[in-house]
């Protein structure tokens, strides 16, 4: 046994996990076939009066099933041999005739709550990393060892649904709540607790908690839970995409189940989950599982770490910034301009901690501790104690120059400045700044209490250091930051601008807002080219379409009705309630002012030929980032897509894309519309050697690596 040890101790068995090489449980096949072995040795011992299952690992109970071995697994048939065998093992667990207890201390995830589910009772500790949850659907299936099974018999189809389908993670508190587990308690009070637990075990004096009778009502007849399947299948329609699968089949699976004998439902839930496992979508939503991973230990730990951090600018991108700094550092300074402007700012954080307030993941207390991490100046000289002072004014070259200045003046010369430009060259607005080598771009997106990328931009002068400290930093504060090349735009705006600016060459040859938005939100983006542009703001979209024309010339000139809107008519977008839409009801109408720029004489596109433009013109300007090696790995070019603006995870990013679509057959196309539309659409040198190789963004790397 190498990850599993059994003590049996006054006839008392305790099961222990302690997976080898590993800082966390998994149930690997490995370790089910030594939990099927020892299962067998508890069976035959009669002295065996209860089964309590532990972990050895400091705060993981267990993980989940290992997923490098799902992703392993190419067909339906080989996943479903080894679900049904991991079936056949947990069925034994609860088929126990001793009263078996499971000891959850730390993370209870996927498999791992599956197998604690097999026991006759939990046991949670309070303890802030306890947390159980089925994460399975964001990663393109859904709980396969019996979890939509087990699930629902124990704390009713109403919670069991919310927990499948959501991901939602439950803390101690919560899972005594809905009955998931029976009891909860400080992991230091274990010894007698646990004793005494397993006391009242032996004795049958424990009892599952009973379902509220509005849930129990709910599940009892056919017809109340069709309504209970109806109102879940609107809540899932209203965020997932119809292409992504797993949530849709999850919800199937517990419908056409519920009311059948567990042998049958069991089968049901197999054949589902190794149809959902086996399938591309899939992969693709454990390949990005795998690159956060990563990407969140791209750096060495430092004796010294940033702990303060002082912001300029306090628009919209400035106060995320600031609060996401007072919520995991010691200190934000905030630069402004007049004393009297403070107030505003520091309430306008605050409300970014509303949310954590609703779901109570924080008390306002824990809020006021933050909010108070942050001091104000109006002078530079405010700012020398600083570690790293980080710029979020305006888009312009000239007036960031002079912070930069102002702050290398009274910063030491350890401390690192930063600018979160969102489309000026590093390079450039480094250029007089005498210690260069402690400069470089942040770039938060918008808005930054939920979007996890960050691009990370050195300068050549840039030293390794300067890039580690601010990895390390932005890590800690529960980002996900990427390096990538010096060029306009870096790469999100880059290559996102380019769709944008293309809906709206379309928009003025022919079709409608609406269509458009549509088909491209159909696509599985989480809004359409123009509700992205009003939410994101006019004035922004329009100012970094500039310079991105400026900097690639033709290839991206501005599309003439954005020119127009925002010129002419002075639209700004969601800020000021009118852009391409009107945002003053809940549902969004047409500005008809727009509309009124467009011409008469309007084309008819197919929507086919609407979704081709929009995205092959983004795979054209990818490629081009590999050409010029802003980043070498398109991997991580699909990674910050799908982060830094929606892109769907389970279409693998628009690099996958590209290989589902064959390199083929987008360079025929970007041809046939560079005939139509002019140079935007010709394909680029890289697209053409791979095309001519036979490769694709997966194969054909010696094409691009410099």
Known sequence: MNNLTLNIDNSI????????????????????KELDKLLDDIKQDKQI??????????????????????????????VYEQISKGDDILNKLENLTIPTIAYIHGACMGGGLELALCCNYRIATTNEKTKLAFPEVKLGFFPGLGGTQRAPKLVGLMSALDMILTSKNYDAKKAL???????????????????????????????NKKLPLINNFMQKFSLTRAYVYKKSLEAIEKKVNKDFKAPYTALEVIKKTFAEPFEKGIKIEAEAFSHLAASKESKYMIELFFMFEKLNKNFDKTQVPITSVAVLGNGVMGKGIIWLFSKFLNEV????????????????????????????????NQVDFKLNKISYTDEFNGLSQTQLAIEAIIEDEDAKKEAFKELEAVMDKDSIIATNTSSISIEKLGSELKNKKNFLGIHFFNPVNIMPLVEVIPSSHTSKKTINRVIELLTSCGKTPIVVGDCAGFIVNRILLPYINEAAFILEEGSDIKTIDKLLKEFGLPMGPFTLSDTVGIDIGFKVATILNESYGSRMAVAPILTKVYNDLKLLGKKNKKGFYLHNTKDLEINEEVSKLLSTNRKTFTNKEITERCMFIMINEASRCLEEGIVDDPKIIDFAMITGTGFPPYKGGICAYANDMGISYVVNELKKYENSYGKRFKPSLLLEKLNKENKDFKTGAELWKH
């Open 13 to 32: 068995a305790t099961l222990t996990f302690d997976m080898k090489n590993s800082k966390a449980n998994k149930l690997s096949f490995e370790v089910l």
């Open 49 to 78: 009066k209860a089964l309590v299952i532990d972990s050895a690992k400091p705060s993981i109970f267990i993980a989940g099933a290992d997923i490098k071995e799902i992703e392993a697994m190419s067909t339906q048939e080989e």
């Open 177 to 207: 709540k809905i009955g998931l587990v029976n009891e909860i308690f400080d992991n230091g009070q274990k010894e007698f607790k646990l004793k005494e637990f397993v006391t009242k075990a032996l004795e049958n004096k424990i009892q």
């Open 333 to 364: 300074r905030i630069k402004i301009r007049k004393i009297e402007q403070a107030h505003d700012i520091i309430n306008s954080v605050a409300k970014l901690y509303d949310s954590s307030i609703k779901r109570r993941s924080m008390s306002q």
